[in-house]
């Protein structure tokens, strides 16, 4: 008759009720997110180099008006004073005009001005047409022009400054002159390059956030479609589990009774005692898998109250192996060992993981454990210098009926991680250096 395996059975329905986190999608979903982002990005700061390429092309074009109207204006007027003055756009708009000589001394001039012309202003500047050069000064908020008449320039007849009407003399000086600069203010201009300026981190920051919160809710929706349907699936297997538990419970009983019948006719030394004692072995361990269970699947918090985490170690392991794990390993102040828990969970808890320390293989005298408190957290390790873990096996010893002991119920540690999940608290377990295993509790001091 083939053997059931009742350990992969139970694994395999308990990991339908309780599936791993989909690791390949919450990747997936962070790199679709990352590539929405990126493109969200690039998308915003086309629109902002569009916002600044339009500003760009309405200065320049008001730039050329600004020149058109002004040399226009020129013409109607004797002086440069009042070709700017009298038009209400030039007397806005330019800020300084002065025409300069290949000495660069000043020719003629009106408004703010550099007395000596500042050649440095056009050494890695890049010519435009008509030999002009187009220099933004985000400082003043303006744009400066720079005509280079190159031409060998005749004779200027000087003025003598502002309100001189010399008719045709001025158009002498202008032509005269080797360097014309025109300064023109551009507030608006600079306050769209500010603007967008500021916006590009904080639009590539803003979108980034958003991608990243979107992704967030993604994710936590799967995991709450994910926790309600293993609450579902959980309260099937515990309807399930407590109507095996209890069918299995009466033979069980059953069969002890008749084992121990067995025994009164055999005696103590009758043939088959062997065998009697095998049947019993395997009927504790049945009995203790059904009770297992039932830990699993009842209410993990219980009736949390404030106790002494120490005192529960002490007591746990002087019952379980003669003397107090925490002898030799530890200092601790016993005040401060305080936590909130249900006595009996926390004593499930500990008599699983020290009864795990002593069947790992290594001399009992090895297990130990140490207890500190760091701000409101108690951590409490437990070790041993046992065969300790296969890499391949860390992950998984917190499954449900996962188990490589041969008579172990693959249940102790999942328990005692729901237990102490419900607490408020956290379990790891990792191998130690040197050999054996190392066991991490942690648990929030009571208030």
Same mark, same amino acid.
């Given at each position: 008759?083939?053997?059931?395996?009742?350990?992969?059975?139970?694994?395999?329905?308990?990991?339908?009720?309780?599936?791993?986190?989909?690791?390949?999608?919450?990747?997936?979903?962070?790199?679709?997110?990352?590539?929405?982002?990126?493109?969200?990005?690039?998308?915003?700061?086309?629109?902002?180099?569009?916002?600044?390429?339009?500003?760009?092309?309405?200065?320049?074009?008001? %730039?050329? &008006?600004?020149?058109?109207?002004?040399?226009? @204006?020129?013409?109607?007027? $004797?002086?440069? +004073?009042? !070709?700017?003055?009298?038009?209400?756009?030039?007397?806005?708009?330019?800020?300084?005009?002065?025409?300069?000589?290949?000495?660069?001394?000043?020719?003629?001039?009106?408004?703010?001005?550099?007395?000596?012309?500042?050649?440095?202003?056009?050494?890695?500047?890049?010519?435009?047409?008509?030999?002009?050069?187009?220099?933004?000064?985000?400082?003043?908020?303006?744009?400066?022009?720079?005509?280079? %008449?190159? &031409?060998?320039?005749?004779?200027?007849?000087? @003025?003598?400054?502002?309100? $001189?009407?010399? +008719?045709? !003399?001025?158009?002498?000086?202008?032509?005269?002159?080797?360097?014309?600069?025109?300064?023109?203010?551009?507030?608006?201009?600079?306050?769209?390059?500010?603007?967008?300026?500021?916006?590009?981190?904080?639009?590539?920051?803003g979108l980034l956030v958003l991608a990243l919160t979107v992704r967030g809710l993604y994710v936590r929706n799967i995991e709450y479609r994910e926790r309600i349907k293993a609450q579902q699936n959980l309260v099937v297997l515990g309807t399930a589990a407590s109507t095996l538990a209890h069918e299995i419970k009466n033979p069980l009983h059953s069969i002890k009774l008749q084992?121990?019948?067995?025994?009164?006719?055999?005696?103590?030394?009758?043939?088959?005692?062997?065998?009697?004692?095998?049947?019993?072995?395997?009927?504790?361990?049945?009995?203790?898998?059904?009770?297992?269970?039932?830990?699993?699947?009842?209410?993990?918090?219980?009736?949390?109250?404030?106790?002494?985490?120490?005192?529960?170690?002490?007591?746990?392991?002087?019952?379980?192996?003669?003397?107090?794990?925490?002898?030799?390993?530890?200092?601790?102040?016993?005040?401060?060992?305080?936590?909130?828990m249900d006595s009996d969970r926390a004593r499930s808890v500990f008599e699983n993981i020290i009864t795990n320390a002593m069947e790992s293989g290594g001399p009992v005298e090895e297990c130990g454990a140490a207890l500190e408190r760091d701000g409101d957290r108690i951590t409490v390790s437990i070790f041993d210098r046992g065969r300790g873990i296969a890499e391949t096996d860390?992950?998984?010893?917190?499954?449900?009926?996962?188990?490589?002991?041969?008579?172990?119920?693959?249940?102790?540690?999942?328990?005692?991680?729901?237990?102490?999940?419900?607490?408020?608290?956290?379990?790891?377990?990792?191998?130690?250096?040197?050999?054996?295993?190392?066991?991490?509790?942690?648990?929030?001091?009571?208030?």
């Amino acid at each position: 008759m083939k053997r059931v395996n009742w350990h992969a059975l139970a694994a395999e329905s308990v990991q339908a009720a309780f599936p791993r986190p989909r690791q390949k999608g919450t990747h997936a979903s962070l790199f679709a997110a990352l590539v929405g982002w990126a493109l969200f990005s690039a998308l915003a700061v086309f629109i902002i180099w569009e916002f600044r390429d339009r500003a760009r092309l309405v200065r320049d074009n008001e %730039n050329e &008006r600004i020149l058109t109207t002004l040399f226009a @204006s020129l013409r109607d007027y $004797d002086d440069l +004073g009042s !070709a700017i003055t009298e038009n209400e756009m030039l007397r806005q708009r330019i800020t300084g005009f002065a025409v300069y000589d290949s000495d660069r001394a000043l020719i003629q001039r009106w408004g703010e001005v550099p007395s000596v012309f500042d050649f440095s202003l056009i050494e890695n500047q890049t010519t435009g047409r008509f030999n002009r050069y187009t220099i933004p000064d985000r400082r003043s908020g303006s744009v400066t022009f720079v005509i280079h %008449n190159d &031409r060998p320039p005749p004779k200027p007849e000087i @003025s003598s400054g502002n309100g $001189d009407r010399r +008719g045709a !003399a001025w158009f002498n000086v202008f032509s005269g002159g080797n360097y014309v600069y025109i300064n023109v203010g551009h507030p608006a201009y600079w306050r769209t390059v500010t603007v967008t300026g500021i916006l590009y981190p904080l639009s590539i920051l803003g979108l980034l956030v958003l991608a990243l919160t979107v992704r967030g809710l993604y994710v936590r929706n799967i995991e709450y479609r994910e926790r309600i349907k293993a609450q579902q699936n959980l309260v099937v297997l515990g309807t399930a589990a407590s109507t095996l538990a209890h069918e299995i419970k009466n033979p069980l009983h059953s069969i002890k009774l008749q084992t121990g019948i067995l025994k009164k006719m055999h005696g103590t030394d009758g043939p088959g005692l062997e065998e009697i004692d095998r049947i019993d072995e395997e009927i504790d361990r049945l009995a203790a898998l059904t009770y297992r269970v039932n830990d699993y699947l009842r209410d993990a918090r219980g009736n949390p109250e404030t106790i002494d985490i120490a005192q529960v170690i002490k007591e746990t392991s002087i019952r379980l192996c003669g003397r107090s794990v925490l002898d030799g390993h530890s200092v601790y102040p016993e005040a401060s060992a305080k936590v909130f828990m249900d006595s009996d969970r926390a004593r499930s808890v500990f008599e699983n993981i020290i009864t795990n320390a002593m069947e790992s293989g290594g001399p009992v005298e090895e297990c130990g454990a140490a207890l500190e408190r760091d701000g409101d957290r108690i951590t409490v390790s437990i070790f041993d210098r046992g065969r300790g873990i296969a890499e391949t096996d860390i992950k998984r010893v917190f499954d449900p009926f996962f188990t490589t002991k041969s008579s172990g119920t693959g249940i102790g540690l999942a328990v005692s991680r729901r237990f102490l999940e419900a607490a408020g608290g956290s379990i790891s377990v990792e191998n130690r250096p040197g050999g054996g295993a190392f066991v991490k509790v942690v648990l929030p001091c009571a208030s």
